[in-house]
């Protein structure tokens, strides 16, 4: 037999467990590159991934060794009182804070430590309990900021004459995704007017609205119904059902419990850091502990 048979023998040997480990997992982790990891600790259909995150401020722990996945084109809820830690992992998620210990993973990619910039062009954006517009520019030019890569961020191509083209070309094309996007939130008619005019619900809509021009494929909702009127409710709860069937993924920290309940497939529970519980809403309705810690009489 030649050396190439013998080497496609020994090869075929390995893969089918003859001659070298049983399976992938006895292969030395130390082998493996930080892809192949990644890859490996992050289930497929489960695009967000926090593992025993850990936040401390001095002597204080905000987040203790926090761990749970998001599934993909899901809402799932993040609930508990006061102080649990959901906004401070929302930071750590997201650059704000760079965690004490523990990882993130976005798809194959571990995203932990890297700039709030940096995740959102990976694709994993969030919106923030008190609304952040710009105050003294329109409810579009709000928008036309979102958009990532844009050529006339670029000072070559917005001076030089063979390249302004293509960034007007450019320009043309993402105010119409603005204006379809302003329409989609119903608040198209507030297109020219000036963001720090606009109520707190229409912020929260703006906010979601530019967050969407991101194209992001998870996007972290940080109480978006606080300070809501009913309506304005119903219409975000709407959207985001909308997008959700579209195949974005949602995680959503809210303190009224008929929302998440009511429409959340899974529900993550924190309790003074850690995970208390992760399950159906059905299921942490009846769970015991997060019954005494949290719901009460609430269920």
Avoid at 97 to 116: A, F, K, M, N, Y
């Amino acid at each position: 037999m030649s050396d190439t048979a013998d080497s496609t023998t020994d090869t075929r040997n390995v893969i089918e467990g003859e001659g070298g480990p049983e399976n992938v997992d006895e292969i030395d982790p130390d082998d493996e590159s930080d892809v192949e990891r990644a890859a490996r600790e992050t289930p497929p259909g489960r695009p967000l991934r926090v593992k025993n995150l850990r936040k401390e401020f001095g002597g204080l722990t905000a987040v203790d060794d926090a761990s749970f996945d998001v599934e993909a084109g899901s809402l799932t809820g993040l609930i508990g009182p006061n102080g649990a830690g959901k906004s401070t992992t929302f930071n750590c998620i997201t650059g704000v804070h760079q965690p004490t210990s523990g990882s993130v993973h976005l798809h194959d990619e571990e995203i932990t430590g890297l700039r709030p910039y940096q995740i959102a062009d990976r694709g994993l954006v969030r919106t923030f309990q008190i609304a952040r517009e710009l105050e003294e520019m329109t409810v579009l030019e709000n928008m036309m900021l979102a958009p990532r890569a844009q050529r006339g961020e670029s000072l070559w191509r917005s001076v030089l004459p063979g390249a302004r083209g293509g960034v007007r070309d450019q320009e043309r094309e993402l105010r119409e995704r603005a204006w379809e996007t302003l329409e989609f939130f119903e608040i198209d008619h507030l297109a020219e007017e000036y963001a720090g005019n606009l109520s707190g619900g229409q912020r929260k809509l703006l906010e979601m609205a530019r967050a969407l021009l991101t194209d992001p494929e998870v996007v972290l909702l940080d109480e978006p119904l606080a300070g809501v009127n009913p309506t304005l409710e119903e219409k975000l709860l709407d959207r985001i059902h909308d997008l959700r069937e579209e195949g974005y993924t949602f995680l959503l920290v809210e303190h009224d419990m008929d929302v998440i309940m009511e429409n959340c497939e899974r529900v993550i529970v924190m309790h003074r850091g850690r995970v208390l519980a992760d399950d159906a809403p059905a299921a942490i309705r009846e769970n015991e502990q997060v019954i005494d810690a949290y719901l009460g009489a609430n269920v």
